[in-house]
């Protein structure tokens, strides 16, 4: 099961997190699995099968060495708060939405019209952590029907601040089944969060190839 990889912890069972665990075992990664309900994570192991296992929160945060936080952007910075000292040194995924049901079938948005989740969740960090704004910019509809796409695949953007880290994150949305393109630094992040001009809930309007990309740009 061993590989040279960067091990990979999904925090949060939802829709997002079950999709992109779900694409991770497809790819031929190895994941951990964690949720605050360990029957839930022990029960997605046991589907997806041998490259899949499930722990608690905590020792998923240890062992991993990219760390997806597959839960509500409220949630994700009570976790940085929680699990401050496991997730120091860690690279942290943010595919979140900063959005709550506005009560008429549709979302709003819960922080201000120019602020990111990516920028807030940015000052929350524990010492050492590399934040990565990834596998939000597209719903979990299509995050599973348009992974693996052939011949050419779809895109998913991502920003960070850290260029150091830039492969591992290409290895990630690769093994996700997607291509990635990154876009800058976390203060891009409003681009490819719901509303944004990059994001399938905003501008961009569906999933898309590069080479659509590059017609709409």
Known sequence: ?????????????????????????KGNREVILASNKFEDAKALAQQLGRL??????????KEAEIVVLAVWFSSIQELLVKYATELQGK??????????????????KIIGSDESAGQVISSLLP???????????LGAGSLASSAFQKPESVVLFYATDDNSINSQIEGLIKD???EPVRIGGIEQSIRIEVFG?????????????????????
């Open 1 to 25: 099961m061993s590989t040279n990889k960067p091990k990979v912890a999904v925090i949060g069972l939802g829709n997002i997190g079950k999709v992109v665990a779900s694409n991770l075992v």
């Open 52 to 61: 899949a296992k499930a722990a608690e929160v905590a020792a998923a945060i």
């Open 91 to 108: 690279i942290v995924i943010d595919p979140s939405n900063p959005i709550a049901p506005d009560g008429k079938g549709g979302f709003t």
């Open 127 to 137: 010492n050492g952590a590399k934040l990565v704004k990834a596998l939000g910019t």
């Open 176 to 178: 996700n089944g997607f």
């Open 197 to 217: 001009e990059l994001h399938e809930f905003g501008a961009l309007g569906k999933p898309v190839t590069r080479a659509e990309l590059k017609q709409i740009a």
